[in-house]
């Protein structure tokens, strides 16, 4: 993560495996203030688990999600979740 710019940019997978420094990852992202960035451009599999964390980080309004593949989309949508973050 790179405070700096105020920008979360995994790599790799996101599962259960990976999902404890993922979620780290997330909390000192939105724990600074402000707004967030959460690029998902290099993410090639992604489970329920880190669809969950990017679900419950989206309904703090503060994450903007980029570089999501129509996949990882399509699965938020079935767990009831859009990239499009909840207004607080």
Do not use: N, Y
């Amino acid at each position: 993560m790179d405070v700096q710019t105020r920008e979360c940019k995994p790599t790799g997978d996101l599962t259960i495996f990976e999902v404890a420094s993922f979620k780290d990852s997330l909390v000192e992202l939105l724990s600074c203030g402000g707004t967030g960035t959460l690029d998902l451009s290099l993410v090639g599999q992604v489970d329920s688990s880190a669809l969950q964390l990017i679900l419950a980080a989206l309904r703090t309004g503060r994450l903007c999600v980029t570089g999501a593949s129509d996949e990882v989309k399509s699965k938020l949508e079935r767990i009831g979740g859009s990239l499009t973050p909840a207004r607080v």
